[in-house]
């Protein structure tokens, strides 16, 4: 397939699973809140072992001290063109963001958050 733009919200031609006009599968609010309280026990979990041990873990397989569900739609805009939105992010707040899009089919994104 020919390059295009990373902003370039239309569906590729010959993507069936995709509906027309839209970029990304909408999730359904019982999705979304599941996903979030997912994330708030992995975010405590990681805040509790991060006062246990008092330093601030670097990145996977530690657990992560911020979660942040995400919809699948403004993923391309968080990553950016070549990564570089997210390796600017990761620079300015000097942390390291992982994206865990296993669950992109479902229409969310987990952003889990690394050190302090």
Excluded at 47 to 75: C, D, H
């Amino acid at each position: 397939l020919p390059a295009r733009s990373l902003y370039d919200a239309g569906p590729r031609p010959g993507t069936p699973w995709i509906q027309r006009g839209e970029s990304a599968p909408v999730p359904s609010p019982e999705v979304l809140r599941e996903a979030q309280a997912r994330a708030s026990r992995a975010e405590a979990e990681g805040l509790a072992a991060l006062r246990r041990s008092g330093s601030a873990p670097r990145g996977p397989p530690a657990l992560p001290t911020g979660t942040m569900v995400i919809e699948q739609k403004f993923v391309d805009f968080i990553i950016g063109p070549g990564g570089q939105s997210l390796a600017a992010l990761n620079y300015a707040a000097g942390v390291t963001v992982q994206l865990d899009q296993s669950h992109s089919l479902a229409g969310y994104t987990v952003a889990n958050i690394y050190g302090s």
